[in-house]
């Protein structure tokens, strides 16, 4: 019992030795950005192309992922129908909604 306490209290003593220092480096992240952004009048310019190239990049990662969401709808929701709708269909290729 009294190994485990001295390693809880090592282990506490880790944990926060290691919380100490990571709260000293996530204070120096401002600072690092604001001397790596740019200063100069085309600021805005980037700015706004970054933000139009995450939109689209969020609107492009959306419609994969609800194309790839209804796929899965769809394949979890045959019928029978579906697995021999074309079954002894002869031709490759056929029209579909002619109307003759």
């Known amino acids: 019992m009294m190994m485990r306490m001295k390693l809880l209290r090592r282990r506490r003593a880790t944990l926060h030795d290691l919380e100490a220092r990571l709260q000293e480096s996530i204070a120096q992240i401002p ?24 939109g689209i990049g969020v609107l492009t990662l959306g419609l994969l992922a609800g194309r790839e969401l209804r796929v899965r709808y769809k394949f979890k929701r045959r019928t029978p129908y579906d697995y021999y709708a074309h079954a ?9 909604g002619v109307g003759i």
């Not at 002894?88 to 579909?96: A, S, V």
């Open 31 to 54: 600072a690092a950005v604001e001397a790596a952004m740019p200063r100069n009048r085309h600021n805005k310019v980037t700015v706004t192309v970054a933000w139009i190239a995450g």
């Open 88 to 96: 002894g269909d002869q031709t490759p290729d056929l029209e579909f």
